[in-house]
């Protein structure tokens, strides 16, 4: 059974950072690419990030770049968010999700979500 464990979390403000981990437990994580998404109050999931399996590919939402980067190691099976120049709208429960095809950047792409992690961010 894969279980998928998010942390890292917390209250902050605005243009502080947060690092994110996901912890994936079953199966095997290197085979396979994984995913950031978030939920806010009232709306849909949305992409945040995703890592090929080996970590050579990364995709980024728009709304992110150049502000958050995703990363993976292997060896711990865990990936990453770090996430920098947080804004209010990036307030939202952040999930990991395994990717089992189709395309990366929407939730039908992923299994095995974790229970998320919280981050909210003051203005």
């Known amino acids: 059974q894969v279980r998928l464990v998010e942390s890292g979390g917390g209250l902050v403000q605005a243009g502080d950072s947060l690092s994110l981990s996901c912890v994936a437990s079953g199966g095997t994580f290197s085979s396979y690419s994984m995913g950031w998404f978030r939920q806010a109050p009232g709306k849909e999931r949305e992409f945040v990030a995703h890592?090929?399996?080996?970590?050579?590919?990364?995709y980024y939402a728009d709304s992110v770049k150049g502000r958050f980067t995703i990363s993976r190691d292997n060896a711990k099976s865990t990936v990453y968010l770090q996430m920098n120049s947080l804004k209010s709208e990036d307030t939202a429960l952040y999930y990991c999700?395994?990717?089992?095809?189709?395309?990366?950047?929407?939730?039908?792409?992923?299994?095995?979500w974790g229970q998320g992690t919280q981050v909210t961010v003051s203005s």
């Open positions: 999700g395994r990717f089992i095809g189709g395309r990366y950047n929407t939730p039908s792409g992923y299994s095995y």
């Open positions: 890592i090929a399996k080996n970590g050579g590919t990364r």
